[in-house]
């Protein structure tokens, strides 16, 4: 048997076998959200995490794994595990990240900047779905085509919120009131 054995299921799925000892272990390499992610497919992997972060770093190591990546133009360095290889300070890493860039666009935005945000961003589905109508309705379909309703029920649903979202930035603020960050 192979150290390491790979099957190309499709463009955004890899199945890995890899010899670890004298076992062998199963893991998925997915494209998914433009990020290939390796995950391992074995229960007893998947139940203790000190063992897979051992196999994934030897697996990390192995110099066939890393021709397969460059045959199939994955990066290691944007490899990422569903498993935390570093415990102790990548979660750390992470929440700090994530609390930092909230904080930052809290501090720049105003309550009225994040409704604009959020105006233009359903005007967008808006304009995206009216487009969608307006060919529906040059190909033929008209209001007795059950997905022309759909898509015009999809435009209410948009419009309902845009005009919601509108309200509440009628409500009477004084200046400072209106400007202030979160």
Known sequence: ????????????????????????????????????????????????????????????????????????????????????????????????QEFDELSEFAETHSFEDVLQIEQDSIRERMDFFQNIIQR?????????DNDFNKVQAILRIYKAAHDQLGELSDFPLSGDERRRRW
């Not at 062998?24 to 897979?52: A, R």
């Not at 529906?136 to 007795?144: A, I, L, S």
């Open 1 to 96: 048997m192979l150290e390491f054995s790979f099957e190309i299921i499709d463009e955004s799925k890899i199945n890995i076998v890899y010899q670890y000892g004298s076992s062998s272990f199963n893991f998925n390499l997915f494209f998914n959200y433009g990020v290939w992610t390796l995950h391992p497919f074995d229960g007893i992997l998947l139940q203790n995490k000190e063992m897979c972060r051992l196999i994934v770093t030897d697996l990390f190591k192995n110099k066939d794994f890393h021709v397969m990546l460059a045959r199939e133009n994955i990066l290691l360095s944007t490899l990422r595990t569903s498993i935390d290889l570093n415990p102790e300070t990548r979660g750390e890493r992470y929440q700090e």
């Open 136 to 144: 529906m309705y040059m190909e033929g379909f008209g209001p007795e």
